[in-house]
């Protein structure tokens, strides 16, 4: 098992003093090599759920498991990529992607060496020398994700990363993470509020209720081309999910 949550509990401590319960009972695995999506109202504790797989936060109660062992605090077994890219604007593009590496104390040969393969595979080449500000939002979204693969973690965690783009921009980056993430075999947890965006990318959907999060559903997509969203996108089981997921989501129950 790459990842497991058992019986998780987080509170937080507001600003007013009381505790905020955030996520309840949450109980999940997901297998090496699997990409899971996980998809839930706003504020019920997708962000939360990441953080506390990336060791950035600890559960009140229950636990999280990578690969067999407690997660205690940040390691490098996770590599967590935001809605925002983060990269560094005065480094460029080469020495963005090393950055996670330096932290690591690998060193500067052998950096250079990870961090050129990476470029290559993400089909960033020619753009090394780059500033951030020069490429497009989505070449700087596969610039974070090459920095994040470049560390090798066993578990990429996504937060919402295509939320910020174009519609078009949107599908051929969702395409070409797939390709990238199934190439290097990595196991996959993305948050994300689009149910088509789940169904096109996963193995497996995860469904949270309302704070407090827990999980009211899993939908297995038991379709092929799993890293080719492009072509999963013309079958019609995919709209079907779609509407599976909307369903447990019970929007029609809900008012704002
Ligand atoms: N560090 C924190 N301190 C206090 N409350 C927090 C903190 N982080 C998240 N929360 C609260 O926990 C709930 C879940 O947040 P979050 O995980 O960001 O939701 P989501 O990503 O699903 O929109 C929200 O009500 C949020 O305000
Ligand atoms: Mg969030």
């Known amino acids: 098992m790459a990842l497991e949550f058992r019986n998780v509990v987080k509170r937080f ?3 007013g003093g009381a505790e905020l319960t955030a996520i309840d009972g949450l109980s999940f695995t997901v297998n090496e090599g699997e990409f899971v999506s996980v998809v839930g109202p706003s504020g019920c504790g997708k962000s939360t ?9 600890q559960p009140t109660e229950g636990q999280v498991l990578v690969s067999g062992k407690p997660v205690v605090g ?22 963005n992607i090393e950055f996670g590496l330096e932290s690591r104390g690998v060193d500067k040969a052998e950096r250079r060496r990870r961090a050129e393969a990476e470029l290559k ?17 989505g070449m700087r979204q596969r610039a974070a994700l090459a920095r994040t693969l470049a560390i090798d973690p066993e578990i990429i965690l ?20 797939a390709k990238l993430i199934a190439e290097a075999g990595k196991t996959t947890l993305l948050i994300t509020h689009e ?6 990318m996963s193995d497996r959907i995860l ?5 407090p999060g827990t999980i009211v559903a899993e939908i297995k997509v038991d379709l092929p081309h799993r890293d080719e969203p492009l072509k999963r996108r013309m079958m019609p089981e995919v709209p079907e999910l779609a509407a599976q997921i909307f369903h447990h989501l019970k929007l ?3 008012v704002i």
């Open 13 to 15: 401590a507001t600003n």
């Open 49 to 57: 759920l990441l953080s506390m797989t990336a060791g950035l936060y």
């Open 74 to 95: 940040p390691n490098e077994h996770v590599g967590f990529m935001l809605q925002k890219d983060l990269l560094l604007p005065w480094r460029n593009i080469l020495s």
């Open 121 to 137: 595979h993400c089909h960033l080449e020619g753009f090394g020398a780059h500033y951030p500000y020069q490429l497009s939002g």
């Open 158 to 177: 996504l937060d919402e990363p295509f939320s910020a783009l174009d519609a078009q921009t949107k599908l051929l980056l969702q395409n070409s993470f």
């Open 195 to 200: 149910l088509a965006e789940s169904v096109l």
């Open 207 to 211: 469904v949270m209720s309302e704070r």
């Open 252 to 254: 029609e129950e809900k």
